[in-house]
Nanobody
Framework: VQLQASGGGLVQAGGSLRLSCTVSGSTIINTMRWYRQAPGKQRELVAEIRRGATRIYADFVKGRFTISRDSAKKMVHLQMNNLTAEDTALYYC?????????WGQGTQVTVSS
């Protein structure tokens, strides 16, 4: 199982980006998540979406970010609006399977103020 994240880039404060993560390989996918890690900080959960479509968001992104999934295509997306400099980080996708969880390689998001 491999995860490929994309969609990161450089954006001005107030702008938007849409991250995508594609899962390859045969597996059952339970919860799909996005994490981020800024330089010098610990990795933190941004959002997760469960198989029943229940969504959980970190307080710092509520109202600005939306997580969605396409189970048939084994993809998870993160729509990020109203970005601020504090959102600058390496964003990772993560999926839970019945065996273990898997991580993508990360996609860089840089927000200029």
């Amino acid at each position: 199982v491999q995860l490929q994240a994309s969609g990161g880039g450089l954006v001005q404060a107030g702008g938007s980006l849409r991250l995508s993560c594609t899962v390859s390989g045969s597996t059952i996918i339970n919860t799909m998540r996005w994490y981020r890690q800024a330089p010098g900080k610990q990795r933190e959960l941004v959002a997760e979406i469960r198989r029943g479509a229940t969504r959980i968001y970190a307080d710092f992104v509520k109202g600005r970010f939306t997580i969605s999934r396409d189970s048939a295509k084994k993809m998870v997306h993160l729509q990020m609006n109203n970005l601020t400099a504090e959102d600058t980080a390496l964003y990772y996708c993560n999926v839970d399977t019945p065996v273990t969880d898997y991580w993508g390689q990360g996609t860089q998001v840089t927000v200029s103020s």
